[in-house]
C-alpha cells in the first residue's frame, strides 16, 4: 500500500471512527444499511481516502477531494451525528473564529460587530452579488468575478 498523506489519514480515521460508532453506511446514499463488517469498513476508508490500490491514481484524487468537501460542508455522518454543523457558519463549516471558536452555536459580539460593518460599507458577499444579477436576469453571472458581478449591477 503507497504511502498515505496526513489529510488521508484523517479522513481513514474519521471513516473508521463512524464504522465504530455504527454511522458508517453502505451504497449510494446509504441506502444499502450499515457496515457491519470491519473489512468492508476498511475498504471504504481506502476509497474515501484516496489510497485505494484498486482504483487509478485519478480515481484516488477524485475521491479524496469529494471527501474534502464532504468534511468541509459538515455533511460526514460524525459530523451530523456529534451537530458539528453551525448555524452561525451558515450550517456548513464546523466554527469560526467570529462563532466563537470551537463548536460554537452563537454568534459572538465580534461576528455580529463583522457582519454590522459589511452591512455599513456596502460590501455584499459574491452569493449575495449573484443572487441580485440571477433577480436582474444578467446573463454569464455564474463564471463571473465577484469585482465583474459588482460592475454589472451597477
Known amino acids: 500500500m503507497p ?4 489529510r488521508q489519514r484523517k479522513t481513514l480515521g474519521r471513516v473508521m471512527h463512524e464504522f465504530k460508532h455504527g454511522e458508517l453506511k453502505s451504497g449510494p446514499g446509504g441506502k444499502a444499511g450499515k457496515v457491519k463488517s470491519r473489512r468492508q469498513a ?4 481506502l476509497k474515501e481516502s ?3 490500490k484498486y482504483e487509478s491514481e485519478s480515481e484516488n484524487r477524485r475521491n479524496l477531494a469529494k471527501s ?3 468534511e468541509a460542508r459538515g455533511e460526514t455522518a460524525q459530523q451530523e451525528r456529534e451537530g458539528k454543523s453551525h448555524v452561525g457558519a451558515r450550517g456548513r463549516r464546523e466554527s469560526s473564529r467570529a462563532m466563537g471558536g470551537k463548536d460554537a452555536r452563537k454568534t459572538t459580539a465580534r461576528g455580529r460587530k463583522a457582519a454590522r460593518t459589511r452591512a455599513r460599507n456596502g460590501s455584499a458577499t459574491k452569493q449575495q452579488l ?3 444579477a440571477k433577480a436582474q436576469h444578467i446573463p454569464g453571472r455564474s463564471k463571473m468575478t465577484k469585482r465583474q458581478l459588482e460592475n454589472a449591477l451597477h
Do not use: M, V
Open 130 to 132: 449573484y443572487r441580485r
Open 50 to 52: 484516496g489510497a485505494s
Open 3 to 6: 504511502i498515505s498523506s496526513p
Open 42 to 45: 476498511i475498504a471504504i476508508a
Open 68 to 70: 474534502e468537501h464532504k
